[in-house]
């Protein structure tokens, strides 16, 4: 295979790789669960808490922020930027399983935090036994008696 003479090629990758960020890098974001609530952090530093914007629809929950960029850019020569500044957004995809009315939202010290409940009918619950008076013999033959059983069905 012939190669092109190409001397700088490897200069202009190299700084092709400096200066390209990955598209996350405006919020970062930590997501786990405590109990029965999912928890979603995401860093904002830098952000005014009045340019953020949390909105759901449907099961998409949106999360937008504005970092304002530094004032005086026309009289600086940057040597190096490595903060960026713009609107970003962050999508996560919620399950059928989230209390969506219930979402809540706190912004603090440069995180912006998510509390996203599980709704009351996908907790697990303890469900009571009552008992009759009629007795059930033992080795009846029903197959039924000793084999678990799926229910299944739409949830809401």
């Known amino acids: 295979m012939a190669r092109t003479f190409a001397p700088f090629q490897d200069m202009d990758r190299l700084f092709s790789d400096l200066t390209r960020t990955p598209a ?28 953020v914007d949390v909105d759901v629809d449907d099961r998409t929950l949106t999360v937008r922020a504005e970092r304002k960029g530094n004032q005086g850019d026309a009289e600086r020569s940057w040597l190096t930027r490595e903060r960026p500044s713009g609107t970003f957004a962050r999508q996560l995809t919620l399950g ?61």
Do not use: C, N, Q, W
């Open 24 to 51: 996350s890098v405006g919020m970062p974001m930590d997501l786990y669960r405590e109990g029965d609530v999912f928890i979603a952090e995401i860093d904002l530093p830098g952000v005014d808490p009045s340019s």
């Open 96 to 156: 059928s399983r989230v209390a969506l009315d219930r979402i809540e939202a706190e912004y603090s010290d440069g995180v912006l935090r998510l509390s996203i409940p599980m709704a009351e009918e996908a907790k697990p619950r303890k469900i009571s036994v009552s008992h009759s008076d009629r007795s059930v013999t033992a080795g009846s033959g029903d197959k039924d008696t000793d084999e678990r059983r799926t229910i299944e069905g739409e949830t809401a």
